[in-house]
């Protein structure tokens, strides 16, 4: 139930009505509460200065008319440009971008200011009376709420200016880049702890691991299964897993659970996506609640989903290296961010496989990921379109000599030995002459830089030559 809330509500914070809702809401309210306020106010309290002098019910109507046609106006305009803005993004940068461009809340905000400015024009306009029929009463014109509506109104000016600084610069290429750069480092920040952390007794909890869990088990007969498998139930990719939910199913139940599924995979109706020990254990309570730990979307998410920002910087620098596109400093950019966030990555462990209880007994067993493998969903994916571009397949040898200095341990650098090995080999297939020699030498430096780091740091040389 928890996954599904979660997943709820960012679907809710990613729509374009959630925002502007809420903001209607509370024009709404700001309009009663200062309509309230002008019914005690007698109507000298403007005082008799002719900028404060009190309106008359003619002038009141046209000042609430002219502000709420305008702002509904504007409203409208302000979608129909997001929503081109949207379509020229998805269309450019690709369709998984489109995500990036409706969480924007520059553009919520903005749509939002309008239709509030429209919404309390119209209630405040409507208790505007001019007093002549004795069945509604004597003239009634809230002053200090027409002071609002002109406040808000030249809010509504300054928005639409900040809206359209926003539009191109929401959608420059750079911006786009940086935007999903910097989410993905604040993602590894948050969830890979630096290496030189105290692992939490990881090693310590390696006995609890239950021997059908473990490929070297030399107890277990062929075709004998000791856990019970728990299918999916719908089709869709996986967006939340709920760690708390997970574990309290497991808990309750006394059972272990192993994950066969990761946030951003494409389930089926009756995959595996998690075993459970033992099994005489597992019953159907247990197999619904396990199973209440994840949502299934249409789409994948960046919310638990690392591997999903990855592809968005490598769909930017495939789709830049394309022939009808041709532009390599993009996908340079695109790379640029990659480099970074790989080197964050070197520096981190990775995922606690282990998840325990509140008294420290292991629960689930989840699929976790190593630096070899973020490093080819960054890099490798981006071989074949590196490797036929000069500019951009010397800037891929750059970038791994730039991670080296990162890396601590050998595994790391074993790692970009081999996507160096692979991308020269497919350099020398779609390049030759200078530009193949371009990325050769590109690749030894790299070579040296594998044997010692230092070689990785360029540093000034000053030459000091005799008089």
């Given at each position: 139930?928890?996954?599904?809330?979660?997943?709820?509500?960012?679907?809710?914070?990613?729509?374009?009505?959630?925002?502007?809702?809420?903001?209607?809401i509370l024009?709404?309210?700001?309009?009663?509460?200062?309509?309230?306020?002008?019914?005690?106010?007698?109507?000298?309290?403007?005082?008799?200065n002719?900028?404060?002098?009190?309106?008359q019910?003619?002038?009141?109507?046209?000042?609430?008319?002219?502000?709420?046609g305008?702002?509904?106006?504007?409203?409208?305009?302000?979608?129909?440009?997001?929503?081109?803005?949207?379509?020229f993004a998805?269309?450019?940068?690709?369709?998984?971008?489109?995500?990036?461009?409706?969480?924007?809340?520059?553009n919520?905000?903005?749509l939002?200011?309008?239709?509030?400015?429209?919404?309390?024009?119209?209630?405040?306009?409507r208790?505007?009376?001019?007093?002549?029929?004795?069945?509604?009463g004597?003239?009634?014109?809230?002053?200090?709420?027409?002071?609002g509506?002109?406040?808000?109104?030249i809010c509504?000016?300054?928005?639409l200016?900040?809206?359209?600084?926003?539009?191109?610069?929401?959608?420059?290429?750079?911006?786009?880049?940086a935007?999903?750069?910097?989410?993905?480092l604040g993602?590894?920040?948050?969830?890979?702890?630096?290496?030189?952390?105290?692992?939490?007794?990881?090693?310590?909890?390696?006995w609890?691991v239950?021997?059908?869990?473990?490929?070297?088990?030399?107890?277990?007969?062929?075709?004998?299964?000791?856990?019970?498998s728990?299918?999916?139930?719908?089709?869709?990719?996986?967006?939340?897993?709920?760690?708390?939910?997970?574990?309290e199913?497991?808990?309750g139940?006394?059972?272990?659970v192993?994950?066969?599924?990761?946030?951003?995979?494409?389930?089926h109706?009756?995959?595996?996506?998690?075993?459970?020990?033992?099994?005489?254990?597992?019953?159907d309570?247990?197999?619904?609640?396990?199973?209440?730990?994840?949502?299934?979307?249409?789409?994948?998410?960046?919310?638990?989903?690392?591997?999903?920002?990855?592809?968005?910087?490598?769909?930017?620098?495939?789709?830049?290296?394309?022939?009808?596109?041709?532009?390599?400093?993009?996908?340079?950019?695109?790379?640029?961010?990659?480099?970074?966030?790989?080197?964050?990555?070197?520096?981190r462990?990775?995922d606690?496989?282990?998840?325990?209880?509140?008294?420290?007994?292991?629960r689930?067993?989840?699929?976790?990921a190593?630096?070899?493998?973020?490093?080819?969903?960054?890099f490798?994916?981006?071989?074949?379109?590196?490797?036929?571009?000069?500019?951009?397949?010397?800037?891929?040898?750059?970038?791994?000599?730039?991670?080296?200095?990162?890396?601590?341990?050998?595994?790391?650098?074993?790692?970009?030995?081999?996507?160096?090995?692979a991308?020269?080999g497919?350099?020398?297939?779609?390049?030759s002459?200078?530009?193949?020699k371009?990325?050769?030498?590109?690749?030894?430096r790299?070579?040296?830089?594998?044997i010692?780091?230092e070689?990785?740091?360029?540093?000034c040389?000053?030459?000091?030559?005799?008089?």
């Amino acid at each position: 139930m928890r996954a599904y809330l979660i997943q709820t509500y960012q679907s809710v914070l990613a729509s374009y009505w959630f925002v502007p809702t809420i903001m209607a809401i509370l024009a709404a309210i700001l309009a009663l509460v200062l309509i309230q306020i002008d019914n005690w106010l007698p109507n000298t309290f403007v005082g008799d200065n002719p900028f404060f002098y009190a309106t008359q019910p003619d002038g009141a109507r046209s000042i609430l008319n002219a502000i709420g046609g305008s702002m509904i106006g504007v409203a409208g305009t302000v979608f129909s440009v997001t929503m081109a803005t949207v379509v020229f993004a998805s269309g450019t940068y690709g369709p998984r971008l489109l995500t990036n461009f409706m969480n924007d809340r520059g553009n919520q905000v903005t749509l939002g200011t309008f239709v509030a400015t429209f919404v309390y024009s119209i209630l405040v306009l409507r208790t505007v009376r001019d007093g002549g029929d004795e069945a509604f009463g004597a003239m009634f014109v809230p002053n200090l709420a027409i002071y609002g509506a002109i406040f808000l109104a030249i809010c509504s000016i300054g928005i639409l200016i900040y809206f359209i600084h926003h539009v191109p610069s929401n959608i420059h290429i750079s911006n786009v880049i940086a935007g999903i750069g910097h989410n993905l480092l604040g993602r590894i920040d948050r969830e890979f702890p630096d290496i030189a952390d105290d692992d939490g007794g990881r090693q310590e909890r390696d006995w609890q691991v239950p021997s059908c869990f473990r490929a070297d088990d030399p107890n277990r007969k062929p075709g004998e299964v000791a856990y019970s498998s728990i299918h999916a139930e719908k089709d869709g990719y996986i967006q939340i897993i709920d760690k708390e939910t997970l574990i309290e199913a497991a808990a309750g139940s006394e059972v272990i659970v192993r994950a066969a599924c990761r946030p951003g995979v494409f389930v089926h109706s009756g995959r595996v996506l998690f075993d459970a020990w033992p099994a005489e254990r597992v019953s159907d309570e247990t197999r619904s609640a396990i199973l209440s730990s994840i949502a299934v979307g249409t789409s994948r998410s960046p919310r638990q989903d690392l591997n999903f920002l990855f592809d968005e910087l490598v769909e930017i620098a495939g789709r830049a290296l394309s022939p009808g596109v041709n532009d390599p400093y993009t996908a340079i950019t695109a790379m640029d961010w990659l480099k970074s966030a790989m080197a964050s990555l070197a520096s981190r462990r990775t995922d606690d496989p282990y998840w325990c209880d509140d008294r420290d007994k292991l629960r689930v067993l989840t699929v976790t990921a190593g630096f070899d493998e973020y490093l080819e969903i960054a890099f490798g994916h981006l071989r074949q379109y590196a490797s036929s571009d000069t500019i951009a397949g010397e800037h891929f040898v750059n970038c791994l000599i730039e991670i080296v200095p990162a890396c601590r341990r050998d595994d790391q650098r074993r790692a970009i030995r081999d996507q160096l090995d692979a991308f020269v080999g497919l350099a020398r297939e779609n390049l030759s002459g200078r530009s193949l020699k371009t990325v050769e030498q590109a690749a030894a430096r790299l070579d040296r830089c594998l044997i010692d780091p230092e070689a990785c740091i360029p540093r000034c040389r000053v030459d000091i030559r005799s008089a």
